[in-house]
Nanobody
Framework: QVQLVESGGGLVQAGGSLRLSCAAS????????MGWFRQAPGKERESVAA????????YYANSVKGRFTISRDNAKNTVYLQMNSLKPEDTAVYYC????????????????????WGQGTQVTVSS
């Protein structure tokens, strides 16, 4: 089992940057692929990015490709989401999640492939 705690959210102007962190408990962090999702008010949860166990492969939603970067530090049990060139439409609660058994790179975007979730951190981008 793994517990996840996100941090780093806040209010930023359009064009600005934020770095989200997700700290994981437990000694098996490196055995989980990790993902970031977001949910804006009145909208469905949306996949943002994912990274494989050792960080060898990354995946991004088209809406954030080229602006966001996911990375992980297994020695620190932490996954990051660097967000640059932020837009008002990026405003949402951002959640990190740990992949469950059966996760593959071809289905990284499906929230059903993640078994553990953090509580979320609010990101607000003003225009």
């Amino acid at each position: 089992q793994v517990q996840l705690v996100e941090s780093g959210g806040g209010l930023v102007q359009a064009g600005g940057s934020l770095r989200l962190s997700c700290a994981a408990s437990g000694r098996t962090f490196s055995s989980y692929p990790m993902g970031w999702f977001r949910q804006a008010p009145g909208k469905e949860r949306e996949s943002v990015a994912a990274i494989t166990w050792a960080g060898g492969s990354t995946y991004y939603a088209n809406s954030v490709k080229g602006r966001f970067t996911i990375s992980r530090d297994n020695a620190k049990n932490t996954v990051y989401l660097q967000m640059n060139s932020l837009k008002p439409e990026d405003t949402a609660v951002y959640y990190c999640a740990a992949g469950s058994r059966g996760w593959t790179g071809s289905t990284w975007y499906s929230y059903t492939k993640y078994g553990y979730w953090g509580q979320g951190t609010q990101v607000t981008v003003s225009s």
